[in-house]
Structures are given as C-alpha cells and as structure tokens.
C-alpha cells in the first residue's frame, strides 16, 4: 500500500526545517549502509500512532529581496500542490500575518488539496492564542499552535494531517498489475523509454488519468502480461533555478517510488553514473523496492571489447550499496535491447515476491554457522537460533537470536551472501531484523 505524501509549505525563516526535523527525527527510516545518499534529505518517513506518510521538505534556497522571495514561494507551494496529498501551510506567530501568506493561502485554496494551516514559534499557549487568531483571516479553516524548536503542539496537528488521508484511494492502489517506477535525471531519455515500449508493443490499454500525484500512470501488456509504468518524466519546469529543479524532481521521484514495486533506474551512458543518479537511487533501496540500472544511449557510445565490463564496474562502484541491483544496457532512441527489459522486469517482479521455507533457510543457515563462527565479544559468542522469513516486497527475514549486540553487519552481509548464493533474489535487497530471545538456564 502506497504511503501518503504530505508537503510543508511556508515562507523561509518561519521554521519548516525545524519541523521537518523534528518530526523527522521521531522515527526514520535510513539504511546505514547508504554512503552519499541521506545526507541533504528533504523527505523522511513519519509512523504516527497507527498511521504513516512520507514528509516532504520544500524549503530551499532563501532569496533576500522581495520580488523573488514571492516567485520562490509560489514555486514551492506549486511543487506542494503537484506532489502532496496533504499540505502543512507553516506561519510564524511572531512575524504575524504578511501579505506574502495571503497570496500563498489564496493558490493553496485554489488548488482544492487538504490544508492544515500551523502557526510556529508559539511557546506559550495562554499568552499566544490572540496573536494565533489572527491567521483565522487567510481562510484556511482553525490555525494549529505549534513550537516546533519545543515540540508542542505536534499531537493535535499530527490528528489534523492523518484526518485527512482518503484511506480508500491508497487501498485501491493495491492491484494485481505490478507497477513500475522509471526514474532518472532529467533529460536522460525516461519519455523516450515509455513511449517506445508502447510503439513497439502497440496494444497500449489505456492512459490513466493522473492520480493525485500528477505522474501518468501507462498500462501496456507485452507478452500477454500487464504493466503499469510510472513516469515521472515531466521534470522539467520553467525554472531557471537548478537546485530547485533537483528538488522537485527527487519530490517527484520519492512519490513514483513510494507507489512502485519495481523501479528502473535510467542512466546516461554518455555521461556516465554520477552522485545525482547515487542520490536517487537511494529513494528506491531505502523504500525497498526490486532495482534495474538501465544504461541508456549506449547506441551513442564508442565501444571497444573492455566498455561494458568497464561501466558496469563503475556502477557497482557509485551504486556499491545496492550491489543486488540488476543491470542492463539499452537504447530508448532504437529500441535496443528493450524486450530484454521486459524479461528483466518479470525476474525481478518474482524474486521481489519470492518466499523461501523456514525448514531450508535453516539448513542454510546451518551451513553457514558451520562454515563461518559468528561473532563473539569478551567471551560471547553470537548464537543464532532460529531464521524465518515474515514478508516479501522486499523479503524480510527474522533472525532470533540471544543478544543483538554480537549482531554485526558483516556477519548479516555474510547471511546475506549465503541466501542469494542459493536463492538469486537478483534485483532485489533482502532486509533482516535481529530478535533477541533470552537463553534458558
């Protein structure tokens, strides 16, 4: 089930980094071994009682003077009301209402979303609340008292955000059709990639109309079988801004990949693998989801016997934290090797699903126990009891074990090996979560 985007939206200096790390800092979801990829996050995900969102930061650059403050504000709130399901509108009590919140208020009303209109920087409720009344002029509905430096406030304005989620529309996402992510930079070739899959296979279903999230979702069966492709190629805005553009484009891919099973990642052979395409990639491994590295333009590229071995290194290099990944070599433009994407895709969809049984990962791990000690620390030795696979999409395994600080990462990297050794899961991260249980006697 696909999670809820919610966007925080406000003038600079009102305090939406503040927020967002505070928020953020409940409860994160960051894979250790991510090198280069969660620093400068603008998005986290937030578990609240028995909900949980994907919140998105659009902050960023702060110009000094008036006039490009307000188009700043605009694009920002244009990215909040392209992107997000739920939008928190943040003002400050001790600036009081300006006009720049008045002009924000009036696209955010228009826009027809849901918004949850905060007033920051209250720390005293009882002295404050006139101040807060104030913002009643902007038409939003109540303002929500907050301090975010002090977290106050967050209960009652975290029951207002989760209040509005249509649980249903999330639910109905949840069909048979495996989904399918194509993210990349812009101008890497991601409408070219879609549109010659429909050429090619020329029995495209239907075009969806866009969901909430403005992405175009494309049905195409190839071989008998049905897709859904995300396309999150409408990246490109009149900005001339680029740290804008690289934000809204990494908004817009967190929210393709949060509803994706499989994400093709795209790359510009004639660019080569870059930080950028490391960042994104990082989206889809943290949120767990199958990964195919699609190399494309390789019809541009001079070549020799040694080029393919020498790029692939250098993927695996920059990507070295999503090793698991699959790669494939590709021209949009001619359609090369595009079918074998397909057959890709399909292996990666069922290993993504594959289940293995309790009584065979407990050979497995036998054998690796056997052929390698675990860990042991001032006399203690790591004792592993007991391996169970508990879901898939990505598989998850749960390891019982008597005490999860002998649990090193190098010896789950070791597990880990071992499990793919035998089973593949190619294109797919496998998670493992250490349980310990008390030793009898």
Same mark, same amino acid.
């Given at each position: 089930?696909?999670?809820?985007?919610?966007? +925080? $939206?406000?003038?600079?200096?009102?305090?939406? =980094?503040?927020?967002?790390? !505070?928020?953020?800092?409940?409860?994160?979801?960051?894979?250790?071994?991510?090198?280069?990829?969660?620093?400068?996050?603008?998005?986290?995900?937030?578990?609240?009682?028995?909900?949980?969102?994907?919140?998105?930061?659009?902050?960023?650059?702060?110009?000094?003077?008036?006039?490009?403050?307000?188009?700043?504000?605009?694009?920002?709130?244009?990215?909040?009301?392209?992107?997000?399901?739920?939008?928190?509108?943040?003002?400050?009590?001790?600036?009081?209402?300006?006009?720049?919140?008045?002009?924000?208020?009036?696209?955010?009303?228009?826009?027809?979303?849901?918004?949850?209109?905060?007033?920051? *920087? $209250?720390?005293?409720?009882?002295?404050?609340?006139?101040?807060?009344?104030?913002?009643?002029?902007?038409?939003? &509905?109540?303002?929500?008292?907050?301090?975010?430096?002090?977290?106050?406030?967050?209960?009652?304005?975290?029951?207002?955000?989760?209040?509005?989620?249509?649980?249903?529309?999330?639910?109905?996402?949840? =069909?048979?059709?495996?989904?399918?992510?194509?993210?990349?930079?812009?101008?890497?070739?991601?409408?070219?990639?879609?549109?010659?899959?429909?050429?090619?296979?020329?029995?495209?279903?239907?075009?969806?109309?866009?969901?909430?999230?403005?992405?175009?979702?494309?049905?195409?069966?190839?071989?008998?079988?049905?897709?859904? /492709?995300?396309?999150?190629?409408?990246?490109?805005?009149?900005?001339?801004?680029?740290?804008?553009?690289?934000?809204?484009?990494?908004?817009?891919?967190?929210? !393709? $990949?949060?509803?994706?099973?499989?994400? $093709?990642?795209? +790359?510009?052979?004639?660019?080569?693998?870059?930080?950028?395409?490391?960042?994104?990639?990082?989206?889809?491994?943290?949120?767990?989801? &199958?990964?195919?590295?699609?190399?494309?333009?390789?019809?541009?590229?001079? #070549?020799?016997?040694?080029?393919?071995?020498?790029?692939?290194?250098?993927?695996?290099?920059?990507?070295?934290?999503?090793?698991?990944?699959?790669?494939?070599?590709?021209?949009?433009?001619?359609?090369?090797?595009?079918? *074998?994407?397909?057959?890709?895709?399909?292996?990666?969809?069922?290993?993504?699903?594959?289940?293995?049984?309790?009584?065979?990962?407990?050979?497995?791990? =036998?054998?690796?126990?056997?052929? *390698?000690?675990?860990?042991?620390?001032?006399?203690?030795?790591?004792?592993?009891?007991?391996?169970?696979?508990?879901?898939? #999409?990505?598989?998850?395994?749960?390891?019982?074990?008597?005490?999860?600080?002998?649990?090193? /990462?190098?010896?789950?990297?070791?597990?880990?090996?071992? +499990?793919?050794?035998?089973?593949?899961?190619?294109?797919?991260? +496998?998670?493992?979560?250490?349980?310990?249980?008390?030793?009898?006697?």
């Amino acid at each position: 089930m696909s999670k809820p985007i919610v966007a +925080i $939206v406000g003038r600079p200096n009102v305090g939406k =980094s503040t927020l967002f790390n !505070a928020l953020a800092g409940r409860k994160i979801s960051i894979v250790k071994d991510t090198p280069g990829v969660t620093r400068d996050r603008i998005y986290a995900d937030i578990s609240w009682l028995n909900g949980s969102f994907t919140l998105i930061d659009t902050g960023g650059i702060e110009p000094d003077t008036s006039d490009l403050m307000l188009s700043h504000m605009r694009e920002q709130a244009e990215i909040a009301i392209a992107t997000a399901d739920v939008i928190i509108f943040l003002v400050d009590v001790r600036q009081g209402l300006l006009d720049a919140d008045s002009k924000v208020a009036d696209m955010l009303r228009r826009s027809h979303k849901p918004v949850v209109l905060v007033v920051n *920087k $209250v720390d005293n409720f009882d002295k404050q609340m006139a101040d807060v009344y104030e913002f009643y002029n902007l038409g939003l &509905g109540d303002p929500m008292p907050i301090s975010s430096s002090s977290k106050l406030g967050f209960g009652d304005m975290l029951e207002e955000v989760v209040s509005h989620f249509d649980k249903a529309a999330f639910e109905e996402e949840e =069909s048979e059709i495996p989904k399918i992510a194509i993210i990349g930079k812009p101008n890497v070739g991601k409408s070219s990639l879609i549109n010659k899959m429909l050429g090619e296979n020329r029995c495209i279903v239907s075009d969806i109309a866009g969901t909430t999230r403005d992405a175009i979702d494309t049905q195409v069966t190839y071989d008998g079988k049905e897709y859904i /492709f995300i396309d999150t190629a409408g990246l490109r805005r009149k900005n001339k801004i680029k740290e804008e553009l690289e934000r809204y484009s990494i908004i817009r891919t967190v929210s !393709a $990949v949060e509803r994706a099973d499989i994400v $093709v990642l795209l +790359i510009d052979a004639t660019e080569g693998v870059t930080e950028q395409d490391a960042k994104i990639a990082g989206i889809a491994h943290e949120r767990g989801k &199958g990964m195919i590295v699609a190399v494309n333009k390789w019809d541009l590229l001079e #070549k020799n016997d040694k080029t393919i071995y020498q790029f692939t290194d250098k993927v695996r290099q920059t990507l070295s934290f999503m090793n698991y990944a699959e790669i494939i070599f590709i021209s949009a433009q001619t359609g090369q090797r595009v079918p *074998k994407l397909f057959g890709m895709i399909d292996d990666v969809i069922e290993n993504h699903s594959l289940r293995v049984q309790t009584g065979v990962l407990n050979e497995i791990l =036998s054998e690796a126990v056997a052929m *390698k000690q675990p860990p042991s620390d001032k006399g203690k030795r790591l004792r592993i009891y007991y391996m169970t696979q508990v879901s898939v #999409k990505p598989p998850t395994f749960v390891l019982f074990i008597n005490d999860k600080k002998l649990m090193h /990462f190098s010896y789950t990297r070791y597990l880990e090996n071992q +499990i793919r050794n035998t089973f593949g899961f190619k294109g797919t991260p +496998i998670h493992f979560i250490a349980r310990e249980r008390k030793e009898k006697g």
